[in-house]
């Protein structure tokens, strides 16, 4: 019998029985948690879920005839400089694409958070307006001409970098990660879940790419230049976006 099995079941004199001992860990060290985070600057509001949304905007006339619209494709074209960032500092999902949200996309995402988030510790808010940008459509078999067709739905134009909807509370970013990513994947338009940190991170890196860009050739310097006769070549939002935004 080895040295290794006499001392792991050691044989008691009286009875010759091995008794199991218990293995100890003789390794010892310092354990670092982090401290629980603190919510104490959170508010609760009265009503934490996502509110209805209007399938047709309401107008305080009722005589008020809807007025037919164009296609305004600049409302969903470049950069979106007012809401691009989080109110209460936590997550939420943004828009990394311009398109059109229609009602059922806003049934997707309230119907998506309504079974999922744990709403005695957390609420949700809309950051994009309801539908209200009129769609026109000609019923199936008509000829051409005739004016304009009829209104057929609303729908609410949304620019890269909005953010759509806010959760904030007493959570964590991990709790709510798939859930955003899961909703945001079933949008019309190229979206992602978004944190402070990563707001934070994203707009750092492209500020550090922006300033340590070694080729001095890049599109914004190639349109202004007229190299190669690109602003004949070009479309008009890249003279002003330089090919950044579709």
Sequence with gaps: MTLHNILRFPTNQLSGCAALL???????????FKPPILYEHIQMPERPKLHYIDRVPNYSNSQ????KMHKMLDLMRGPETVHNKLIHKQYGIQATGGGRMRF?????IRMGLLKKLDWSRMFAIWRIDS???????????QRMGGGKGSIDHYVTPIRTGRIIIEIAGHCEYIEVKDILSKISAKLPFKAKAVSQE??????AKEKWQTENNQNKYTME????????????????IDHLYFGKYV
């Design 198 to 203: 990563t707001l934070e991170w994203d707009f």
């Design 131 to 141: 539908p209200w940008q009129a769609v026109t459509k000609k019923g199936q078999g």
């Design 64 to 67: 008020i005839r809807p007025p």
């Design 221 to 236: 310097y190639l349109i202004k230049n007229n190299m190669d006769d690109l602003q004949r070549k070009v479309k008009k």
């Design 104 to 108: 059922i996309h806003f049934e997707v």
């Design 22 to 32: 218990p293995q100890v860990n003789n390794v010892r060290g310092i354990k670092n």
